[in-house]
């Protein structure tokens, strides 16, 4: 099952079947040589099964090239599609580092004990990631520091978070 999105195609690269990928994952690496990666739009049953042959770093985004595809046409209908992999592929994160998809969907609790909401979106902001929690009293946008999220307990649903004079 491809449970994790690593990055989005963006648009073509050249003529020779490169693609532009934002890149949704912090660690790159994971675009390695024979990875098998499942390009996916909107339509979940529109998916079309790769494999990685190449990865170079262009600016903020990667230049990706799967095995196989030879020339901008054999890609350009793929722009905007999701790449994602099998969670046993990917990097695993270290202590105190959650993939995204864990994350979505926590139940949020401050650490006085009342329910805030379930987290519905993770932005990257460069300094920090910041978590979107959207409860009854509407969206709590919650920077992703130490001082914020006291405890995530992704087998339990939930996530304590601090709130910080000021975020509400």
């Given at each position: ?71 901008i ?13 099998d ?9 105190g ?28 902001t ?15 946008l ?27």
């Open positions: 099952m491809t449970d994790l999105r690593i990055g989005v195609i963006t648009s073509p690269h050249g003529l020779k079947g490169e693609v532009k990928v934002f890149p949704t994952t912090d660690n790159p690496k994971v675009y390695e040589h024979g990875l098998r990666v499942v390009l996916q739009n909107s339509n979940i049953s529109n998916q079309h099964e790769l494999r990685i042959e190449s990865c170079r770093s262009f600016k903020k985004f990667l230049i990706v090239k799967f095995m196989g595809v030879e020339r046409e054999d890609i350009e209908g793929y722009k905007g599609y999701g790449i994602w992999i969670r046993k592929d990917a990097v695993q994160p270290e202590e580092e959650y993939f995204v998809a864990d994350l979505i969907g926590l139940s949020v609790f401050a650490d006085e004990g009342n329910y805030l909401g379930t987290l519905r979106e993770v932005y990257s460069g300094a920090n990631d910041v978590y979107a929690i959207e409860g009854e009293s509407g969206e709590i919650l920077p992703a520091i130490k001082e914020c999220i006291k405890e995530v307990n992704i087998p339990e649903g939930k996530m304590i978070v601090h709130l910080m004079k000021g975020l509400l």
